[in-house]
């Protein structure tokens, strides 16, 4: 009677693996086939200077259906939900895009399944993906116009998808601002690398960008000076603002896990019909005014998430212009100063309320300490909103955990990060 009930338990529990396996098998085919791209829109798409393109022309239809990111991120988020559902079977950290990758201890022979755990409005970015992977091994940045090969500069002007990882531990002050060519992943994972002390990083009329893992902090203004964008173009570049990273232009950017601070301008910039980008996981620290979200009325309908970042200690952020960006803001953390003078953590630059009140700008299950407050604006909850809402906004009482290790990560190899 034992032996037979021992048996019955061991065919229930192959029964359950085989279940687990097969639902787990068909969720990651969807979400695989969910996330593929058009390749002969992104692989015709060059690398220009500003002059070359117009300010909205190519990315006006970045994002060409709200609806249909909304209804294909609630499933990601469902299914990940399920999987944390089933106990040991996942690491469960309850934040979705880092439940994607984050389990699997050999994640660095894996780097690239990386570019298939994006949500929001930047989940298309596809990075280096498909492309060969480039190490970057000399820290140094002599010549911004002919830059040695082993160099980040060398790396990300390349005219081919690349994902570029790091050999060992480096800071790396720039000369002058590093221009980002198409299909690029900086990768930082496994070591600690610091951009910091000179100019920054600057996305302008290029797509399919993914930034991870950085330390970014002490940018100052740069330029007046001859910048090389691509192996066959560079070209005079005016005074840089110091921004962190500044985004111009471009479309499916993905910014996760990368801690920002201290820079002479905004910490993250997305200008000039910039669209379908996420901002995820970033921890924001000692700046005034974080980000600046939509820029004037000749660009305007932009779409961003911006994603369990944690801004603490004088933070404000910021949309700026007249532009009619939709925003998501959904499970930060927002510590405002404890100055009495500075407490405004949610800030609208140089605007109106006659003008800001109309933007469709929502926070949905963030946590505001030390007296921040956030003040939604648009169309009230319309379906207008409810169309690019594609989050499934978890409760305050979460932020917490799911932002306990937003920045940049200890990641050594071999382990869970």
Not at 66 to 71: F, G, L, N, T
Not at 80 to 108: A, K, V, Y
Not at 270 to 297: P, Q, W
Request: proline residues 3%; glycine residues 8%; hydrophobic residues 35%.
């Amino acid at each position: 009677m034992a032996v037979s009930q021992r048996c019955l338990i061991s065919a229930c529990a192959l029964l359950i693996l085989w279940l687990f396996v097969s639902v787990k098998a068909s969720t990651e085919n969807h979400e695989l086939k969910s996330r593929s791209t058009k390749p002969e829109q992104l692989r015709n798409f060059n690398s220009s200077s500003m002059a070359d393109r117009s300010d909205d022309s190519w990315s006006e239809h970045a994002v060409h259906d709200p609806e249909e990111v909304a209804s294909m991120v609630d499933m990601t988020i469902r299914n990940s939900t399920e999987r944390r559902n089933l106990g040991f079977f996942s690491c469960g950290t309850g934040n979705p895009i880092d439940d994607c990758w984050r389990c699997d201890r050999n994640w660095q022979f894996h780097r690239k399944r990386l570019a298939n755990c994006g949500i929001g409005f930047g989940r298309n970015a596809v990075g280096g993906r498909d492309g060969k992977y480039y190490v970057v091994s000399d820290p140094s940045d002599d010549d911004a116009v002919n830059p040695r090969p082993g160099t980040l500069r060398h790396a990300v002007i390349q005219d081919r998808p690349l994902w570029i990882v790091f050999k060992r531990d480096m800071v790396i002050t720039l000369k002058e601002e590093l221009i980002m060519n198409s299909f690029k992943t900086i990768d930082a994972r496994g070591t600690n690398v610091h951009i910091a002390n000179g100019a920054c990083i600057t996305i302008q009329f290029v797509t399919n960008i993914i930034i991870h893992g950085l330390h970014i902090h002490d940018c100052k203004p740069t330029g007046n000076a001859m910048v090389r964008s691509s192996p066959s173009h560079y070209g005079w570049r005016t005074m840089a603002d110091g921004d962190g990273i500044s985004i111009f232009g471009s479309s499916h950017v993905w910014i996760d896990h990368n801690s920002l601070s201290n820079c002479a301008d905004g910490l993250i910039d997305a200008i000039m019909g910039s669209t379908a980008i996420t901002i995820s996981n970033n921890f924001f620290t000692h700046h005034n005014e974080v980000m600046l979200l939509g820029h004037s009325d000749s660009c305007r309908h932009g779409y961003f998430h911006v994603v369990n970042n944690d801004y603490t200690h004088w933070e404000m952020y910021a949309i700026g212009g007249s532009a009619e960006p939709t925003i998501n803001s959904q499970g930060n953390r927002y510590l405002a100063p404890t100055n009495p003078f500075a407490k405004e953590v949610t800030k609208r630059v140089d605007t109106t309320d006659g003008v800001w009140k109309h933007w469709n700008w929502r926070s949905e299950g963030d946590l505001m300490l030390n007296g921040a407050y956030f003040t939604a604006s648009g169309a009230g909850a319309a379906a207008s909103y409810a169309r690019a809402s594609s989050l499934g906004a978890k409760s305050s009482s979460m932020v917490g955990t799911l932002t306990s290790t937003a920045g940049a990560l200890f990641c050594r190899r071999g382990r869970q990060c």
